[in-house]
């Protein structure tokens, strides 16, 4: 029945604190080739630590013995699919970590003489105006860590532009369709939120938004396609309504695999976006980061950007710290610069016809998906899927089996879960995203996955229910860990 | 697959778009290009940089040995190529060394608790700042000048959008460290945080103990922030701060033209739940084996939406998982003696000039240029294959005859000879 995974025995490693012994030692340093120091002398008595209590003690077998058997129990890309869906989990390309390893690169300083850093200039100059043509945007700021630290420049800039017209304004709308970022996002730039329902096919109401397009708004922050994965049919007329009333629309681009070579946002009147590097872009995830977060706007918006800029100097680049209108900074530094490196040997290994290419791909294989699991599955909306597809759980729950358990199911056959119960106006939600990575052998493994699960909630809920079966650990007790948590090591 | 989906071609996937919204032409980007011309590309632009230099600056991005077994480790794809470790079952060995991660943080400054990461040392300043302000319910913050000056930017773009008024305290001018007058002066019932860094931007060793008692006396919260990691493993952890937020680049990556890095804060456990970011707990799963999973995920933003103590999601869990590799690597006894060589080594360096404050510095101190300025101290040594240290004008136009230099245990006598025969 199963025929991707079979079981295999994985190492037990306890952790580091409990492996150690006083006086082993996993490293090696120079000798000193100047006088040593007594630390009392050189920082006062008072300033010295005794040692670091109960701080691992390990040999060097030890520590990659420890550290290989942990990540033999992660899943990842590298193992098969992940059907997250808004993630945009694609292969991550071996190439990009070798060059983000260059010496050059990344033993640059920060602060090094400019005349000395123009080759990691020339690669943020360029991954600038690559970004503006795919997003059909006038600039680009690379500051940014992550998506939701675009999504806050963003809306910072859409602040400054407003104050300089007189009225910041009070309120952002969001979508109840929203990621948890944007209204986050809102809240910490100042703003209070208003949600916008859905309308009856899953997409922003125009009449909803015309009622709610006042004076006191600031912008609309929408994700295109929506996070049902269905293109928001009537974004251009949304832009036209926000900026009649002199308000902007930010887009999240957290979505921007359907897009890339398709549509433009900036075509589309987009004011402001951030794109997802560790999406799109195939930075790789690391388990939680690092990712980027870009930002790319039009002019009107540009003089805001934070500082500083990249800036063409006669032959040479620089950055430009006179900029009167900036936002300010939103971090130390220029961005992180080791995901850029990542990002930019993707488009060039693409290029343009291969970036194209790969969104066809990642909307042909999610609507493969779509009609070969139709039959099995609910579909809340009828509207043609791009890059992912949300089914709903509807015709398992009258058998007590729900999207949280399907997905644990879905485990034992050797994948990833999908992204469960999200959006949350869909009841009970699967939400699927192949990407273009994936051949029709590893989508066909997955469709059939999900179709025995389908005839296993028929014959046999309870034994989905009680899933997954061959996994390390059982499902964790996530109840027990917030009541009374434990978040540090501590001997007996 | 196009007959499933019931399209003639791949034009029928887009065809319901709207015809205004659809790029219908190639964008204009070059095609693709070989695995091989890949590499070239970034050789040649690595070979436009600083090549064979020797480098003394710090301020914010330090040079250190990298053990090789940390990008062996952060090299395997089961860590590099993993998600978010959401589903538990499958993530094990992502949650286990984000717990070993908290836990070490904890031991290294001696709070409580310590987050999976955030962003970097600059945007933790915010993070901790608003953290405090919603534990006290108070809208100001008191900021070190000494603190680093792009960090203390950094939280002024935050703090203004928050209603927050961020006010800043100076520095001794003899012996470099906070100015406790300014400070006391400043003070007032409705500060929610006083913030100082240790070692502060000049390397210097600074009064937190003193500051905290200011800080507690009124009412408010004391936030410690550092930049070089490595001190941590000499310095003992003061007990005053309520949250300690910093920079973990030292162990984890090299300076990367100021990116990726990461992120921490640690607090006292009354603050636990105010805290930002992801945060990995223990428990038990159904046959009562230990397990690890994401906890008190009702502070983020995936549940609490516009009332989230952050909107931060993607955080910097690679480079965090580096930096515990070289914490493992190093361990008890090797933190400490990489903190006493870069203590060796600068001191060396700061004996044969003169730095420009009195107070005991770590690795990093400032020194007075008289003759020349920085810029043109700087300018002979590059004739020498030597990257001079930061000078401070565009930082302190009243130091901007001064330079800000770093020696660590990478750093060489003869460079460090070469160096000071020039500046002094």
Redo the contacts between chains.
Sequence with gaps: MISKVRTHPSQNEALLFERSSPGKKAYQLPDLDVPPVDPSDALGAGNVRAEIPDFPEVSEVEAIRHFTRLSTWNYAIDHGMYPLGSCTMKYNPRVNELVARTEGLAWAHPYQPQALAQGCMEIMARLERTLAEISGMDAVTLQPAAGAHGELTGILLIRALLEKRGDPRKKILVPDSAHGTNPATAAIAGYAVENIRSNGAGLLDVGALERSVTADVAALMVTNPNTLGVFEENIARAAEILHAKGALLYMDGANMNALVGIARPGDFGVDALHLNLHKTFSTPHGGGGPGAGPVAVKKALEPFLPVPRLKRSGKQWAWDYKRKRSIGRVRAFYGSFGVLVRALAYILAHGGPGLRNATVDAVLNANYIRKRLEPYYDLPYPSPSMHEVVFSDARQEPNGVRTGDIAKRLIDYGFHPYTVSFPMIVHGALMIEPTETEGTAELDAFIDAMISIAKEVETDPHFVKGAPYTTRTSRVDEVAAARKPVLRWKPR | ??D????DS?EG??A???E????RR????????S?Y???D???????????G?A?F?G???Y?H?R?V?V???????????????Y????????L?????F???I???TGM???N??M?????AVPEAV?MAARLTGKGRALIAKSV?P??R??L???A????MLVEEFGYAPEAGTIDLDDLDRRMDGATAAVVVQSPNFFGI?DQVKAAGEIAHRRGALLILIFTEAVSL?????PAEPDIVAGELQSFA??????????GIIATREKY?RQMPG??????????G?R???L????R?????????T??????????A?MAT?F????????????A??N???A??LAARLKPRFSA?F?NEFVVRLEGRSPEQA?KLL?KKKI?GG?PLAGFYPELSDCMLLCAT?MS??AD?DALSEVLS
Excluded: W
Excluded at chain 2, 253 to 262: L, V
């Design positions: 697959m196009m499933v989906c019931g399209v791949a996937l887009f319901h778009l709207p205004a919204a659809r790029l190639p964008l204009d980007l070059p095609v693709g290009i695995e011309e890949i590499v590309y970034f050789r040649r632009r690595a070979a436009e940089n600083a090549n230099y480098s600056l301020a914010g991005a040079n040995f053990p077994l990008d062996a480790v952060a090299s395997r794809g089961e860590f590099l190529t993993s998600y978010t470790p589903q538990a079952e499958i993530s094990q060995g992502t286990t060394a984000i717990f070993e908290q836990t070490m904890c031991q290294l409580d608790v310590a999976a990461s962003y970097d040392g600059s945007t608003m680093h792009e960090y930017e950094t002024r773009t935050y203004k959008n928050q209603g060793v493993g000499i310095l003992d952890p990556i090299s300076p990367s033209y100021g990116g990726p890095f990461a636990m992801r945060l990995v707990g223990q428990t038990t799963d159904s046959r084996n397990a690890f999973c906890t008190l995920s009702t983020e933003q995936h549940i609490r939406r516009e009332r989230a952050s909107n931060i999601c993607t955080n910097q869990a690679l480079i998982l590799v914490m493992t690597v190093y361990g008890k006894q090797g933190l400490r003696e990489l006493v060589q203590l060796a080594k001191h060396y005991h770590f700087n590059l990257i930061l245990e060489r006598c460090m």
